[in-house]
């Protein structure tokens, strides 16, 4: 099967590939071959993915390494935390580390966002690469250098920009990969057609009809989605201004995650419906959209909601204290059109409350109403 590759610029002095494709893990030797030396590197892996895919992995570790120092994490969003930074260091300074040496992150977006900061932390940087297993990682979280571990205060509030040298997106891995877990992953890449190439809607609609597996299609369609995060990662690497667009749907999706609690709305369930109402919202603005896109879409994500919130106005109060707002203005990611994002400073609250029911609507929930 093809494979295609990215060169990702992120500036002059720092420059990372990234290369997608069934088995493109097996470049990975001479990859490394050209860059690092021979005597070790580091395995960060996620527990389960380490017992479905570790032989794969180790065979293009051995291939060129003489030594793997291989650190296992056990699978779920608890695992980015302190405690799990601390006893990865601990045990990679006790084996002994350079500043040359490589770690090799391989894993969803949990085990790499951790993976990411040890290696940002470890002797101030050594060198890092991801090795992506879900969807989510492979058109998200492993492309655009943010890392990072959750404090009982928060997610992603402790970690680091830190790019890797490369990214190896290999579509064997999504073989194994569950239900639950393509469809968290395609709400990003609906997100990618929104925000920059509405081309993408058909194209995912006419796979998703089937079962959701790997293929070709899937290879392009995560190319194409990387190629849109690195553009727009690319022109603003710090996340000064238009990397807010990737934000499109999630304000809303927070605001939902938050109401229904942690870990009961998957978070692609969320920026799912984030979008329907982000949309409903650009409508109501006059702006050409409607969000019959996502209807081909609607059936898996209401099939797979275990449960909506229902109260509108705690959503509205979670949106309110969104650490976004500023003087009491919501920044929200709305379309002039698709494909065409822009940054609505929104004051007006009552045009939420109309897009949750609206949304809300979409999942058959019983809203609560206040007099
Ligand atoms: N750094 C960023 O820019 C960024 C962006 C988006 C999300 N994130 C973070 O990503 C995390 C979510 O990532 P995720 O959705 O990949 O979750 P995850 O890493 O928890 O993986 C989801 C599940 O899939 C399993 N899994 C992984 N690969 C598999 C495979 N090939 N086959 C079968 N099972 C497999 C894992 O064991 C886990 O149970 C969150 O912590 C989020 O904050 C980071």
């Not at 001479?30 to 527990?47: L, M, T």
């Not at 402790?158 to 639950?180: M, N, R, S, W």
């Not at 919501?330 to 045009?351: A, R």
Request: glycine share 8%.
């Amino acid at each position: 099967m093809a494979h295609s590759s990215i060169e990702v610029s992120i500036s002059f002095e720092d420059q990372y590939e990234v290369h997608v494709g069934q088995d493109i893990r097996r470049i990975f030797p001479s990859f490394c071959s050209n860059r690092y030396s021979r005597e070790k590197i580091i395995v960060v892996i996620d527990e389960k993915v380490h017992r479905l895919h570790g032989e794969k992995v180790q065979a293009v570790c051995d291939e060129y390494f003489q030594d793997s120092l291989w650190l296992s994490v056990p699978e779920g969003e608890r695992s980015k935390s302190l405690g799990q930074w601390q006893s990865l260091i601990d045990r990679i300074l006790g084996d002994g580390v350079e500043r040359g040496t490589p770690l090799l992150a391989v894993g969803g977006g949990v085990s790499g966002d951790l993976a990411g900061f040890v290696a940002a932390s470890t002797l101030r940087g050594i060198p890092l690469i991801h090795m992506p297993t879900t969807l989510l990682a492979m058109v998200d979280s492993s492309i655009g250098g943010k890392t990072g571990l959750n404090h009982d205060t928060g997610k992603n509030l402790i970690g680091a920009f830190y790019q890797p040298d490369a990214v190896f997106a290999d579509t064997a891995f999504l073989q194994t990969l569950e239900q639950k877990e393509w469809i968290t992953g395609m709400a990003e890449v609906l997100k990618y057609a929104a925000i920059r190439s509405p081309e993408l809607f058909d194209q995912v609609a006419g796979l998703s009809r089937g079962a959701l597996e790997p293929g070709e299609e899937w290879a392009q369609i995560i190319s194409e989605s990387i190629r849109i995060k690195t553009d727009i990662v690319e022109e603003d690497t710090l996340e000064a201004g238009k990397r807010a667009f990737l934000n499109f749907g999630h304000t809303f999706g927070h605001a939902l995650e938050k109401v229904a609690g942690y870990g009961s709305l998957s978070h692609g369930e969320a920026v799912f419906a984030g979008m329907i109402a982000a949309t409903y919202f650009s409508q109501h603005l006059g702006h050409p959209v409607d969000d019959i896109r996502f209807a081909p879409f609607l059936p898996l994500y209401k099939q797979q909601i275990q449960s909506m919130p229902t109260d509108i106005e705690a959503l509205i109060e979670a949106m309110k204290t969104d650490k976004k707002v500023k003087d009491n203005t919501l920044q929200l990611v709305l379309l002039k059109d698709w494909g065409s994002p822009y940054i609505h400073p929104c004051t007006d609250f009552s045009m939420l409350r109309e897009a949750w029911q609206y949304t809300l609507a979409q999942f058959n929930v019983n809203i609560i109403r206040y007099k």
